[in-house]
């Protein structure tokens, strides 16, 4: 599955997305599953302090490295001043509101294009509620990560809050934060 299958046909655009194209991928897969299969990479360097920086470019589609990525995303993390850091940048919980909330639009706007749903603007607001003695180890009965998060989504739109509310269910990390997955954790020293 390439971007390319859909350069012969017009490309027609609801919401600045290529519906065709869109269109495209969601016959490769259903054509073949394995086309919609999807792995992510970063890799991830200490700084110092609090600082630390991810590399993100390479995936795979479809079973094969992903060649159209010709630049690396580098992101900082660090912790605020309270919590020990220098503030250089927004600390790991901080990017998975981020994370939510950028997924949620992504997929509100892609569904509704494909469903011809016009969107003219999408605004919203994410907060998370977290317990540091968890994270401190300071109680074994306080969760170390969120116990609770929320997000408020504006969407200027004719579709119901309703409807626009289904689509943004579709969420990878919608469906990531909001049920429990295993994490295979392993730490090696050198």
Same mark, same amino acid.
């Given at each position: 599955?390439?971007?390319?299958?859909?350069?012969?046909?017009?490309?027609?655009?609801?919401?600045?997305?290529? *519906?065709? /194209?869109?269109?495209?991928?969601?016959?490769?897969?259903?054509?073949?599953?394995?086309?919609?299969?999807?792995?992510?990479?970063?890799?991830?360097?200490?700084?110092?302090?609090? /600082?630390?920086?991810?590399?993100?470019?390479?995936?795979?589609?479809?079973?094969?490295?992903? &060649?159209?990525?010709?630049?690396?995303?580098?992101?900082?993390?660090?912790?605020?001043?309270?919590?020990?850091? *220098?503030?250089?940048?927004?600390?790991?919980?901080?990017?998975?509101?981020?994370?939510?909330?950028?997924?949620?639009?992504?997929? *509100? !706007?892609?569904?509704?294009?494909?469903?011809?749903?016009?969107?003219?603007?999408?605004?919203?607001? +994410? &907060?998370?509620?977290?317990?540091?003695?968890? *994270?401190?180890?300071?109680?074994?009965?306080?969760?170390?990560?969120?116990?609770? +998060?929320? !997000?408020?989504?504006?969407?200027?739109?004719?579709?119901?809050?309703?409807?626009?509310?289904? /689509?943004?269910?579709?969420?990878?990390?919608?469906?990531?934060?909001?049920?429990?997955?295993?994490?295979?954790?392993? !730490?090696?020293?050198?």
């Amino acid at each position: 599955m390439t971007p390319q299958t859909a350069v012969a046909q017009q490309p027609d655009e609801t919401n600045g997305v290529d *519906v065709n /194209l869109l269109l495209d991928t969601i016959r490769d897969i259903e054509d073949d599953a394995d086309n919609a299969k999807l792995q992510f990479r970063a890799t991830n360097k200490w700084i110092d302090g609090g /600082l630390n920086r991810s590399t993100i470019k390479e995936f795979d589609i479809a079973g094969q490295k992903d &060649e159209t990525r010709t630049q690396a995303f580098v992101l900082d993390a660090d912790e605020p001043l309270p919590l020990a850091g *220098v503030d250089s940048a927004p600390n790991p919980v901080e990017f998975i509101l981020h994370a939510l909330v950028g997924c949620l639009t992504t997929t *509100v !706007v892609y569904h509704a294009a494909i469903h011809g749903i016009e969107i003219e603007a999408i605004d919203s607001e +994410v &907060e998370g509620d977290l317990d540091a003695r968890g *994270v401190l180890g300071l109680s074994e009965d306080v969760r170390k990560g969120f116990h609770h +998060v929320r !997000v408020k989504m504006r969407v200027k739109s004719d579709a119901s809050a309703e409807r626009l509310k289904e /689509l943004a269910q579709y969420s990878a990390v919608y469906d990531t934060i909001s049920k429990s997955l295993p994490v295979d954790l392993v !730490v090696e020293t050198y």
